[in-house]
């Protein structure tokens, strides 16, 4: 069954997946390299090892059991070990084992890099036997890096994971931290106060990101594990080779692991070793305690200054897009897929992240802007546009809230209309309330909560191509959604604009409801209050 976080991924198709009506499960990550600069030169391509889901336990049946497909490298946001694909959409996860792993201590003496293939120094065992985990056998060479834990028990990581998880924020991110002759200021500069840290991001990189870019900037050990990624890729500019990359922890200390994979044999052990095939939260904490970021001018879907023209013109994500591997065109605006994934940095959830405006200029766009059209596709592909002659809209893969998971859900579940997470101008996905900001209040039923998070999804009536905005206002407990129709362009602006003010806001039950915030029954809740509410 997929869950309600994961419920996003079935509308996504990747096109370089099967398509045969069979089941297929991602067992690896292996090698990296550019397959063809012809078809695709604006990101590296990544190999995906697949296997027929459920037909094998301790070895492979035969070879139409497996097969290898290239993805772009930004495609891993929204890939995991263990996922299940059929006729190219998610279908679901395999299950594993959840363990947390609490106080591990990240040091140069408690973790190295390891070989998937690898065998035990000492007693020249494998480190993964084929017998209890068969996935990595196409990619035996892959990095991993091997962590050891108290009772002499082990954390194994493939290096693509740790990648995925700490930098997967973005596919624009992700994607350059793949690119060679990785620098410092292709991602942002950042300056650090006592109590803030200022940060201009790199060209095209969005504020989903900021968190991720500055740690990147912040902690040296940050730099060491993004940059080498770039750097083991040195001398793979082939299309014919291709080199399995490294990375580590982007910081040194303590940390609570909370992961998803399989135990296996190590000596006498029956559970010796813990293989990683997703992480799924880090406790460490993030180098800054205030973050105000600001985006690049050159950012893609930005909303533009003419609200009339952006209201015609502002590109949309279909609710079927089909991901291919190829360059985009530059004729399309580039956009933004958002997706939705519990939290994963705990720390996160207390400093405040803030964007900050930049000076008005000219935004870079398609020819359908000036034209006042958006042409229809489903064709979209990762990295920037490079010119291609197919309509192939370009696009940034970003993570958003956890709450955002079950509430667009729930927006994706109400007959007739189409669902879209906006812009927040200028925030990409969630606007950050300072915990300071003690103005900014939410008094519903006697009670004052206090304003944490905002996010905006756009309904548009799929019978009359009416809109309404959905305004998400989160305190630390509760959701409170608020529906207002769009009557004139630049509504949508306008009323993001005035939420974001800190305000003492009073709602009563005519105009909202509070919806638990990690409550099992919130996207029921929420839909159930939508569809009383069509507007």
């Not at 697949?50 to 890939?79: I, P």
């Not at 291609?388 to 994706?412: M, N, P, T």
Request: proline content about 5%; hydrophobic content about 35%; some cysteine.
């Amino acid at each position: 069954m997929v869950s309600d976080e994961e419920k996003w991924r079935l509308s996504l198709r990747i096109t370089a997946f099967p398509n045969d009506n069979k089941e297929w499960q991602i067992d690896w990550f292996g090698a990296v390299r550019y397959r063809n600069r012809y078809a695709q030169g604006s990101q590296i391509s990544v190999e995906v090892h697949l296997s027929r889901a459920r037909l094998f336990k301790h070895k492979y049946q035969n070879k139409e059991d497996v097969c290898t497909c290239w993805v772009s490298v930004g495609t891993l946001v929204v890939l995991r070990i263990g996922d299940r694909w059929k006729n190219q959409r998610f279908v679901g996860n395999s299950k594993g084992a959840t363990e947390l792993f609490p106080d591990i201590d990240v040091q140069p003496a408690t973790w190295s890099y390891v070989k998937a293939g690898g065998r035990h120094p000492d007693t020249g065992e494998y480190l993964l036997p084929f017998a209890e985990h068969p996935e990595h056998q196409n990619s035996t060479k892959s990095n991993c890096v091997e962590v050891r834990l108290p009772d002499d028990k082990f954390l194994m990581i493939p290096c693509m994971e740790l990648i995925r998880f700490y930098f997967g924020s973005s596919s624009k991110l992700i994607g350059k931290l793949f690119t060679p002759g990785l620098r410092r200021s292709d991602l942002g500069v950042a300056q650090h106060f006592p109590s803030l840290t200022q940060l201009d991001l790199g060209p095209g990189i969005r504020g989903r990101s900021a968190s991720d870019v500055a740690r990147i900037l912040g902690d040296n050990e940050a730099w060491k594990a993004a940059a080498a990624i770039s750097l083991s890729g040195v001398g793979d500019d082939s299309t014919e080779g291709g080199k399995y990359r490294n990375s580590h922890f982007p910081f040194v200390g303590k940390t609570s692991l909370s992961a998803r994979g399989v135990w296996v044999r190590r000596g006498n052990d029956d559970e010796g070793s813990f293989v990683v095939h997703e992480v799924l939260s880090c406790s460490h904490p993030f180098p800054f305690q205030r973050l105000r970021y600001r985006e690049s001018d050159v950012c893609g879907d930005r909303d533009g200054d003419n609200a009339q023209q952006q209201a015609r013109a502002k590109p949309k994500v279909p609710s079927k897009a089909e991901l291919v591997d190829k360059d985009a065109s530059t004729s399309l605006t580039p956009a933004t897929y958002v997706i939705s994934r519990r939290r994963k940095f705990p720390d996160l959830e207390k400093k405040p992240v803030f964007a900050q405006k930049p000076a008005a200029a000219p935004r870079p766009q398609g020819a359908e802007v000036a034209k006042g059209i958006t042409p229809a596709t489903k064709l979209v592909a990762v990295g920037d546009p490079l010119g291609s002659l197919e309509k192939i809209r370009s696009i940034d893969i970003v993570e958003a809230g956890d709450f955002l998971a079950w509430a667009l859900s729930a927006c994706q579940h109400l007959a007739g209309y189409h669902a879209n997470v906006i812009n927040a101008s200028p925030d990409v996905i969630l606007h950050k309330v300072d915990v300071d900001a003690e103005k900014h209040i939410v008094q519903f039923e006697g009670t004052s909560y206090a304003v944490r998070e905002i996010a905006f999804i756009k309904l548009t009536s799929e019978a009359n191509d009416e809109s309404s905005l959905l305004t998400l206002i989160r305190s630390a407990e509760f959701v409170f959604p608020l529906r207002t129709r769009l009557h004139e362009p630049g509504d949508d602006n306008r009323l993001i604009s005035e939420s974001k003010r800190p305000t003492a806001l009073r709602l009563d039950r005519d105009e909202t409801i509070r919806v638990p915030y990690n409550g099992a029954s919130a996207e029921s809740k929420l839909l159930a209050w939508l569809e009383s509410r069509r507007i």
